[in-house]
Each structure stands twice: as structure tokens, then as C-alpha cells.
């Protein structure tokens, strides 16, 4: 069975990219969870999955100071928001129109969090086999600085709570990945791919063009999946990436062939549906992101192979309900 990654924790059931929607993957069982962090104005890393304090998933409940000039602080940058400023936004609550309503669980009150938060999470939790799969959000709009700065301060937060060995860190901007694999060369990196990503002339790639890459064919010699598979592939293996992650819909049998024959995992995102959970375990992928790690497990079940270990979850206050803003800043 491929690894079961929770997206954003558990997308579709609890909060995302917070303290209880991560608790809420590792109390159902997963291999790794998967989360987003970025950078705020003062240097701190938060999980956030957007650049901006996207409406959809962040509230505002009132300025850090009463003369806050930048309040509101929903639709500003992370970049320009202290971490004073975002302790006062809720990440727990959802509009209605969010799309998993049939399955989402608010948990108003939940503040964003620290990448150091989540770590503790996984060192207190007793989830000693879960890994982490790090992606760093930047935009090809970021300095080269700005992007080791990230980079580097989330492989020292990881290295702080001993848990490189059981992380990797993914990304859009492969800049990322040159950027790891200088800073700490033992911890995996994961070459994330999109068709918006993959293109000639991307600012994505670090420098590497699609376009120089006219071979399209896999190993058979064809082209199976219509997405020139073998093409993006060898760009993540060029790019130093251990692993290729692309969108699930670009992903087929010819896609994990050429990333086998390459020496890279594959690591499929973002499947919901149980039908196609099903065929890419039995086309070979390595791991699966979803937003229902739930239901994940019912089709591991269902195919006779194994299913990772829920954790207990014994923390002080109880989860999910553990991350009220001011609990986050007492912690800060």
C-alpha cells in the first residue's frame, strides 16, 4: 500500500495547516502529514497554505493594537504580518461555502501556528513513525535570500526537535530544493509539479526549462499518460528531488515507470475519491495525499494491505480543541 499522507492535516475534516486539524490525521492514523509553512514579516515560520490571509480560512477578530494601521489583516501578505498580529487571526472556522461542509468540523478559536508548535505536536504526541512532508511556500517573485532564509530556518526548527530523519521538504519553487539539499543534504526533498508549473520558460524550476526536455517518451517507449511524463520526471531527478510529486490527474502508469526507472518515489496529490485511491495503489505509486486519510485507510483495508497505527494523543488539554489563539501566544 502507498503511504498515506493527510493534506493540510485532514482538509476536509478539521482545520487546516493548524495544531488540531494535524492532530485530527494522527488521531485517524497516517504515514506522514503533509503542511504548509511561510514566512511572517519578523522571521517566524507559520503554517499557512496561501502568501496572503486568504478569507477562506482565516478570520480576523480584531487588531494586535487598537492603532494597527495594517488591520484588517485578512488579504494582507504573511510577509507583512508579525507574529503578534497573526496570533489575533482565527484559523478554525469556515465560510459556507467552503467545499467540505458534509465533513467539516470548525474549531473556532484555533490560532495559526508554528512550525516549532507542530513539531512539539509530533514529539509529544508519541507519533515516533509519522514523517513530515514540509512544503515551503514561496512564489518565484521571492528573492533568492528569502527563500534560503525559509528554507534554512525550517531544516534548523526540524533539526532543534530531532526530527530531520523523519522529514522531507517539498516544493513548487525548486529553488526550494537547491536550497535544502545544500543546507542539510540528508533530508529528502520532493519535486512538486502542476501543468501550470511545468512549462516552457517556468519561473518555477530553478533555472531548468521544459523545453529542454523534447523526449516525451517513458521507458516502453511511449507516451501512456499524454503528459510527456518521462520529461518531468528526469527535470525532479536532474534537480537533485528524491522524489516527483505531480498532480494525481498527471500521474499514470507510465508516469510512476519512468520515475522507478529514474531512482524517484511518486507521491500522488490531492485524491478524495475511493475509485481512484484504488487504481493509482494498484498502478504502483508510492504515497497518496488526501484530504480524507479516512477514507484512505478503508481502501488500504479493503485491498488487504496494511494500515499505519492511530495515535493516542495524550496531550494536556485535550485535541482537537487545543489551539486557542491565546494558548498559541502564551507558547510564542
Not at 472556522?93 to 512539539?120: I, M, N
Request: proline letters at 8%; one cysteine or more; charged letters at 25%.
Amino acid at each position: 500500500m502507498p503511504e498515506i499522507h493527510g493534506h493540510r492535516g485532514a482538509r476536509a475534516l478539521a482545520p487546516e495547516n493548524t495544531i488540531p486539524g494535524l492532530a485530527c490525521a494522527l488521531a485517524i492514523g497516517v504515514d506522514a502529514i503533509e503542511f504548509d509553512v511561510t514566512l511572517a514579516a519578523d522571521g517566524s515560520l507559520i503554517l499557512a497554505h496561501d502568501l496572503v490571509a486568504d478569507s477562506a480560512t482565516i478570520l480576523d477578530t480584531g487588531p494586535a493594537d487598537p492603532a494597527d494601521p495594517l488591520f484588517p489583516y485578512v488579504g494582507k501578505r504573511w510577509s507583512d504580518l508579525t507574529l503578534a498580529q497573526i496570533a489575533t487571526l482565527d484559523a478554525g472556522e469556515r465560510r459556507p461555502d467552503y467545499p467540505f461542509q458534509d465533513t467539516f468540523v470548525a474549531v473556532p478559536g484555533t490560532g495559526v501556528p508554528t512550525l516549532d508548535q507542530v513539531c512539539r505536536l509530533i514529539r509529544e504526541s508519541g507519533a515516533d513513525q509519522v514523517k513530515l512532508s514540509v512544503e515551503l511556500k514561496t512564489d518565484p517573485s521571492w528573492a533568492g535570500r528569502d527563500v534560503r532564509r525559509l528554507t534554512e530556518g525550517a531544516l534548523e526548527a526540524l533539526a532543534a526537535r530531532g526530527l530531520s530523519g523523519r522529514s522531507r521538504i517539498l516544493g513548487f519553487d525548486w529553488r526550494v530544493l537547491r536550497a535544502a539539499q545544500t543546507a542539510d543534504p540528508a533530508v529528502p526533498t520532493v519535486a512538486l509539479v502542476e501543468p501550470t508549473t511545468w512549462v516552457p520558460g517556468s519561473a518555477w524550476l530553478a533555472g531548468l526549462d521544459p523545453a529542454a526536455y523534447p523526449d516525451g517518451k517513458d521507458p516502453d517507449g511511449s507516451d501512456a499518460d499524454g503528459q510527456g511524463s518521462a520529461r518531468f520526471v528526469t527535470g525532479a531527478r536532474d534537480i537533485g528531488a528524491a522524489w516527483i510529486s505531480p498532480w494525481e490527474s498527471m500521474i499514470g502508469a507510465g508516469t510512476i515507470a519512468a520515475a522507478h526507472a529514474a531512482g524517484l518515489g511518486v507521491i500522488a496529490w490531492t485524491v478524495n475519491g475511493q475509485d481512484r485511491m484504488a487504481e493509482l495503489t494498484r498502478a504502483g505509486v508510492d504515497a497518496i495525499v488526501s484530504d480524507r486519510p479516512d477514507l484512505l485507510r478503508e481502501v488500504a483495508a479493503r485491498l488487504g494491505e496494511r494500515v499505519p497505527s492511530a495515535c493516542a494523543l495524550p496531550w494536556p488539554d485535550g485535541i482537537p480543541g487545543w489551539a486557542p489563539r491565546a494558548r498559541l501566544a502564551r507558547d510564542r
